[in-house]
């Protein structure tokens, strides 16, 4: 498995592809479609990020010392960028997750381009990840 | 007047419809939210600012002179524009919610009691509800709620039902922000009336699209918003009969509203002082003027046959497409359909489209538009909502079919 590092220049350097957000957007489609099933059973009032304008829900489990996050949303775009975060740093350690400074999405222009409510989404989402990493660690 | 002629020269005078979002020409299909201002509005608010700033009413100097005339004539030009019967029935707020709750409060305090009813409507905004159950809760009184029917149309024959002797006031949308369908809120008011109810009408839309005159539409109070009819933001009307407003209690003491204070007793000011406790945004309720000018502009020749051109176009093809559902279908006419349409697309959530048709450059809004009851009603999240005025254009309404088609494409 490539470092945490390595995965995150390699998003840095996709994005750069697109000039065009809407490209941007085709591509976070894309990964929101590639999340695998999330069962209905969890999802469940605990698992639900709060501060998201669409619905999403973060679960995870812990396997060899490593956070395994799952994830959903009712909404594609969203879903592609829990998926975008999740395809980061599920499958790493706690102390891996927390060594990230998560600038990736300021790094991709993923935060300036979200409206501040959905920006707060998005910071809502990291800080729930963190969260996990955190209890876990 | 030649200005007005043309669709092109209507735009000119908002300078915000000439911007570009994202490198793409801005289409405005928010107008439910807020309508944009013309430059009109826009210079008599920085002329005051600049020029007159100065606190209305109390002082004697030339510059408190210039902006209590301005303040006080957007009264007089709201009470033309509404037929109101007189000035002292025209109470500045900052907004419909301000006047829908400076009701609920004052006319509760002044005649609801315990065991009391008050009827709202299912197809009501979130400020014509709770300020009802506050008051509700605050007098042991209880809410009564008239439904809508599967097309978005009240059903005004179950009211008969609804109205008790315990009925206090009834409070129903001009038009709602989510269905755009014009309510037929006289033949509301007359039934009210023949039991005795009087009835408060929601015309946050409504002022904008219906030609209102409280005096034929006999309604006890009608509430508005400057910032959906191109004046400032935080400027809002609230037109109540004398009766009424005279024995209701003021809603919030301060300055202005009073006539003398003592400790031991406080008097208060005459309508429409009484209600409009504070300082008050004078530079923006001035605007209500040239805004009103506008309005009656845009309401006043073949431009309105235009909008309902492109609102017949889009109604068309929002009815047509089998992947869409139309929340607001008209009846029979047109014409009772305002160029606002709620939907959502099977399968896509409203949140996706609202964010690709933005980088589009297309502004619609997505969500439950505060009408929680409205998206329960209709077993949906949030819709996505497009709301036009008389400067959109034609061509506007066909790049955004195209677009939605494409973000659709793109989310399916």
């Known amino acids: 498995m490539v470092t945490l590092a390595e995965a995150e220049n390699a998003i840095i350097e996709e994005f750069s592809m697109y000039d065009e957000w809407l490209d941007k957007y085709e591509y976070l489609i894309e990964l929101g479609k590639s999340l695998k099933d999330y069962p209905e059973t969890s999802k469940t009032d605990e698992k639900l990020i709060k501060g998201c304008q669409s619905r999403v829900w973060l679960d995870h489990k812990m396997e060899d010392g490593k956070v395994v996050f799952n994830a959903d949303s009712d909404a594609i775009i969203t879903k592609g960028i829990i998926s975008l975060l999740i395809g980061l740093y599920s499958g790493r350690t706690p102390q891996e997750i927390l060594s990230s400074d998560f600038s990736v999405v300021e790094k991709i222009g993923l935060k300036e381009n979200l409206s501040p409510t959905r920006a707060n989404g998005l910071v809502s989402m990291i800080g729930k990840i963190k969260e996990i990493a955190l209890q876990n660690a | 007047m030649n200005l007005f002629m043309v669709t092109e020269n209507i735009r000119d005078m908002f300078p915000v419809l000439s911007r570009k979002v994202y490198g793409k020409d801005l289409v405005y299909f928010d107008n439910a939210a807020t309508s944009q201002r013309p430059q009109s509005v826009i210079d008599m608010w920085n002329e005051i600012s600049s020029f007159s700033n100065s606190n209305i009413h109390r002082a004697v100097h030339r510059l408190a002179d210039e902006s209590t005339q301005a303040y006080e004539q957007a009264r007089d030009a709201v009470k033309d524009f509404i037929n109101a019967g007189c000035r002292e029935e025209i109470i500045f707020t900052s907004g419909t919610t301000a006047s829908i709750n400076l009701v609920a409060y004052s006319f509760g305090e002044a005649f609801v009691s315990e065991g009391d009813e008050v009827i709202v409507t299912e197809a009501e905004h979130h400020s014509n509800i709770v300020p009802w159950q506050l008051m509700c809760m605050r007098k042991g009184a209880s809410l009564k709620v008239l ?266």
Request: proline content about 4%; glycine content about 8%; aromatic content about 8%.
């Open chain 2, 147 to 412: 439904p809508v029917d599967e097309s978005g149309h009240l059903m005004v024959d179950k009211l008969g039902e609804l109205i008790s002797d315990r009925t206090r006031i009834m409070a129903v949308t001009h038009i709602s922000n989510v269905l755009g369908i014009i309510n037929p809120v006289k033949e509301i008011i007359g039934i009210c009336h023949s039991k005795g109810i009087p009835v408060l009408v929601d015309g946050a839309q409504g002022i904008v699209h219906c030609e209102v005159d409280v005096q034929d539409l006999d309604c006890d109070f009608y509430a508005f918003s400057g910032h959906k009819m191109y004046a400032a933001t935080g400027t809002g009307v609230l037109y109540g009969k004398r009766k009424y407003l005279d024995a209701m209690p003021p809603y919030m003491g301060g300055g202005e509203m009073v006539g003398t204070v003592s400790f031991a007793e406080t008097t208060f000011a005459q309508l429409p002082m009484k209600f409009e406790a504070g300082t008050q945004n004078f530079a923006s309720t001035a605007t209500f003027k040239p805004a009103i000018d506008v309005l009656n502009l845009l309401n006043s020749n073949k431009l309105v046959e235009e909008i309902d051109k492109v609102r017949d176009h889009i109604l068309e093809y929002l009815i047509s497409d089998e992947r869409i559902r139309l929340f607001g279908v008209p009846r029979g006419t047109n014409e009772e359909k305002i160029p606002l349409f709620s939907f959502v697309v099977k399968g896509i959530h409203h949140e996706d489209l609202a964010l690709i048709l933005d980088k589009m450059g297309i502004a619609s809004r997505s969500g439950q538009m505060c009408a929680e009851p409205l998206m329960d009603r209709y077993g949906v999240t949030g819709m996505l909502r497009i709301s036009l005025a008389p400067y959109n254009t034609m061509e506007e309404a066909e790049y955004f079919i195209k677009c939605l088609n494409r973000a659709i494409d793109m989310l399916s």
